[in-house]
């Protein structure tokens, strides 16, 4: 049986950019403006000698203020459920909002293992993001850079951890 994995975070935090990099193909689309993805997405991804499903989770399907939220957390709701792992994004650079908190408490309570990944993490000025990630009480983070494809190698660890 193939291992599920779920991308799940607030928006722009980089998780299209993510699952683009793990599948290997642009299936995932990746934009400057928040709630882009606008589908669920899913693919084959592939780490190291690691292989897995993966879904990319977060969409908007256009910008309705008032149902925005209610949105987000429905998609997210149902990726959590149906994933046998989560691996929770946070932006290390901009650090902790309360949005990353709303979605936290999501995963918190679906109890199921999960990985923070604190992405945007090249250079030195996402140092301090990734230490208040701890304060999510959801493990240890794992800084990594989805889009310059550093820190690769702590996710692959984790994950064999996780798996
Ligand atoms: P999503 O909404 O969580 O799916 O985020 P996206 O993958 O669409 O990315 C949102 C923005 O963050 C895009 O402009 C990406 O190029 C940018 N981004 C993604 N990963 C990184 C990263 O590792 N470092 C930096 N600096 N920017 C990133
Ligand atoms: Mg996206």
């Known amino acids: 049986m193939t291992f599920s994995l779920a991308i799940v975070g607030r928006p722009n935090v980089g998780k299209s950019t993510l699952f683009n990099r793990l599948v290997g193909r642009k299936l995932a689309l990746v934009d400057d403006r928040p709630g ?7 693919g084959d991804g ?8 993966l879904v990319d989770t977060a969409g908007l399907e256009e910008a309705d ?9 429905g998609q997210t709701e149902a990726a ?5 792992a989560i691996l929770f994004m946070i932006d290390a650079r901009a650090g902790l909002t309360p949005t990353d908190h709303a979605f936290a408490a999501l995963v918190r309570r679906a109890g ?3 990985l923070v990944i604190a992405n945007k993490s090249e250079g030195r000025s996402a140092e301090a993001g990734a230490i208040e990630a701890y304060a999510l009480g959801l493990g240890t983070p794992i800084p990594v850079s989805a889009e310059h494809g550093e820190g690769l190698s702590n ?5 064999c951890a996780a798996l």
């Open 36 to 42: 882009v993805t606008r589908d669920r997405r899913e």
């Open 46 to 53: 592939r780490l190291g000698d690691l292989t897995f499903r």
């Open 65 to 73: 203020a008032a149902s925005l939220e209610g949105r987000m957390r």
């Open 80 to 84: 959590i459920g149906a994933a046998d």
């Open 112 to 114: 199921k293992p999960t």
């Open 155 to 159: 996710l692959y660890d984790a994950l």
